[in-house]
């Protein structure tokens, strides 16, 4: 499960997202100018242009009435001639004085839709052209060759404008060009293939190529040095790498910016460089795979007011190289090496940049020590990030007095002590802050009154409670929230739901926080994660919010039936295991196209799953396509209700399940055949404790991801197919290949493990697996679980000799049944397995010699058989717990470490003795359940209790 894989539009949206800023090197005036002198044939062009728009949400065009072109909003005519030289069109959005155009992998919320008419040519004078931010794009919709034949043009704009396609080489006659922006989203479908035409275009100053993927144009380095003129070169995310061998001499003399972020530079050893290191401004060599030492010439670089090295693998970076830094105003050096103590790099910067630097990212560079007092030196950091590193000691009140603070990220590190209203005395500006994973307790008076609005308030496992935090009440405008795990054992507080009506991410889990949730969320509408985990909540399952993704209340105290339709149509995982919730399951969930985690185990849950035919009541309500059958569910975990009905026929539009827990149910019925067909990643089928029968299927063999097989307390009859011995995920020992479908990504803004992406891991839900006799609780490492059961049920004949190829199984156990024959020979080839019961049969015959070369076995049980003559030794046997009950009621068997001497008759006796009292000592049930006495939660009295 990808973080982008089926997550809902709105976060994909949110993410790919790629922000252009252009203020800086703009200088395009919007607006009517020049002479009023409109000439007709251009006013025409224009006008068709305007006809191929067919949306326009910013009325750009609003004003484009009239005769008087020259006077049309964005079109600028020339002062003498009358000439449209300007058109400047971009679908920008204003944020406090500055402009920006986002590159939106879904449709711009300002951007206009529709085509460029080629009419635009009779503007023949054109020098200026913006269309930046709109849809002229769009599938099938190359950029029109035509815009290469504006000669006179002088900027060029087509940023964040969807083509679809190649870029023309048209482009290339453009020789007069200062200006060239085509950037785009990363994820984007043009194809800009060969490039080689830039170097007609020997005038550029600015060239923006963002987005496109240039891996083709192997001689990028060597194109845009030819490029002489170039101040501004932002090449980001175009998977471009340095060349290897040392940089042949470079006309670049004036370059300021450069941005090569995102892609795929791995060294920045000097020799390649191709720019001047005296001119440069800005560095921006983010998200790259850079490793080796910090080049000791960056320190030349002393133009510098922009460094960006994070997401690299930098060693020995050292402030000292950064002695002539005096315009710094940004530093991110996050995933590098620095390896040192906070003070001592914070002292190795130089004194300029205390009123110089407004950024400072260090996060996971291992810098150690305490946070010093004197942190407020740098009076205008506005952000300052220290995320994951191994600070520790208390944080400085001084901190407090850092007014311009409006980042303050300190997660994830050792810092302790507590943190009071002294610390945000002054943070008038403090918008964002993370403080979650110290040892820290925050004692803020519930009265006072926060300076500051926050957006982002992370405060995961920071101990605020036992009482809710009642200074959070103003912070009206937090988008993320997390006071997971603080200690809180409070009702939630009545202004809750509605002061925090504009989160995006809700984190309250582990507390012990209780209360009703409201009958609807809806109110909610960005709300895409909420966590309510492990709380006293109750109340029915609310109305949710219309974009959420990701809904956790597990470990709760819902109650009541689930509602028939609850929104959200957006979900990917809802789970609301181990609540008090009954009813059935609504076929609502049908309608959940994008779900991928459905987890309602431990509830009352009752009657059949939903059919999910096309004609579901929900959809037609909804209104949705009837062809839309495919759901993307991947994991189903319903354990512990008490539904019913057949194996679930839904499932047949499920092709990415992986995981199946149906366990201690009471469904009936045989096993489908179409399983394998079907469901062709199922990994993890846990269907113990039902009442399915009919034998075991043998297209399950087909099934090349089953590395988890639990039939156990069910019905099955016939016998164990020998073709079992061909599946191939229990076979391979190597378990990496196979995800986890319990990983589960949450979207979170800040990262402490991985800081490539927005998404932290979090293994949720631990699985039930019974191995060794005992329920375990299995998370990370399900994935190297690799078991068959299929104890308790009434399978007869031989333990086929081909289940002797499963060499990757770990547990294996066929107990309580009737099998018959001899255990394999060959059983010793299964070194993996720990767990082995084949007790209750009527297995007969040795006990295998090679059964002493299963090396990893600590848990055995071949107890009431038919087993006889001398038990093997030696290696791993030796070891093993209560040899006496490994091998109790098989009347035959002889040697150590029984007391019952081989060479004696006594054995021979008791061997017949054995045959005599097998119908008694078979499938009684006070029998199966001393046997099992141990196990957590399995029934008391017979078999499919339902015992809670
Ligand atoms: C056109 O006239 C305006 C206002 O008189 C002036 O600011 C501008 O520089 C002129 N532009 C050209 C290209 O002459
Ligand atoms: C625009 O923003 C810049 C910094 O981003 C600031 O220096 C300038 O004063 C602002 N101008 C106006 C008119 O607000
Ligand atoms: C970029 O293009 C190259 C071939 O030109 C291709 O192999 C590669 O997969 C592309 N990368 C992406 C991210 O599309
Ligand atoms: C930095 O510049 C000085 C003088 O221009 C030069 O001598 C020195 O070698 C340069 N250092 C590096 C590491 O390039
Ligand atoms: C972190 O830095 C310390 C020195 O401050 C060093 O001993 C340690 O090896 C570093 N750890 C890692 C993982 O680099």
Redesign the pocket.
Known sequence: MGPSSSCCLVLITMITVAMITATSYVHAQRGSGGGGKCIAAERAALLSFKAGITSDPAKLLKSWRGDDCCSWSGVRCGNETGHVVGLDLRAAFFLSNETFVWCFSGVAPNGMLGEISSSLLALKHLKHLDLSGNYLGGVGLPMPSFLGSFKSLTYLNLACMNFDGRLPPQLGNLSRLQHLNLATYQENTMRPGDVSWLRHLGLLRFLDMSGLNLTSNGDWVRLVTGLSYLKVLQLGGCGLSLPHEPTAHSNISSLEILDLSSNRVDTIN?AYWFWD?RTIRELQLGRNQITGPF??????MTSLEVLTLGGNYISGVKSEMMKNFCNLRWLELWSNEINQDMAEFMEGLPRCTKSSLHILDLSATNITGGIPSWINHWSNLRSLQLSANKLEGLIPLEIGKMTNLSTLYLDNNQLNGSVSEEHFASLASLEDIDLSYNSIHITINSDWVPPFSLYQALFARSKMGPHFPLWLKGQSNVYFLDISDAGITDNLPDWFWTVFSKVQYLNISCNQISGTLPATLEFMTSAMTLDLNSNRLTGLLPQLPQYLGTLDISNNSLSGPLPLIFGAPMLTQLVLSINKINGTIPSYICELKYLEVLDLSDNFLVGKLPRCSNGSEAKQELNMSPDSTQMQLSALILYNNDLSGKFPEFLQHCQELTLLHLAHNKFVGELPIWIAEKLPRLSYLQLRYNLFSGSIPVQLTKLENLRYLDLAYNRISGSIPPILGGLKAMIQGNSTKYTNPLVWNYYRPRNPNDFNDGYYVKYHNSLLVVVKGQELYYTSTLIYMVGLDFSCNNLGGDIPEEIASLVGLKNLNFSHNHLTGNIPEKIGLLRYVESLDLSFNMISGEIPSSLSDMASLSYLNLSFNNLSGRIPSGNQLQTLGDPESIYIGNYYLCGPPLSRNCSGPEAIFWGELSRCLRTELKPSTDVIIKDIDHFDREPANGLNAHNR
């Open positions: 000097p290191v080049p000791a010439a960056i320190g030349n």
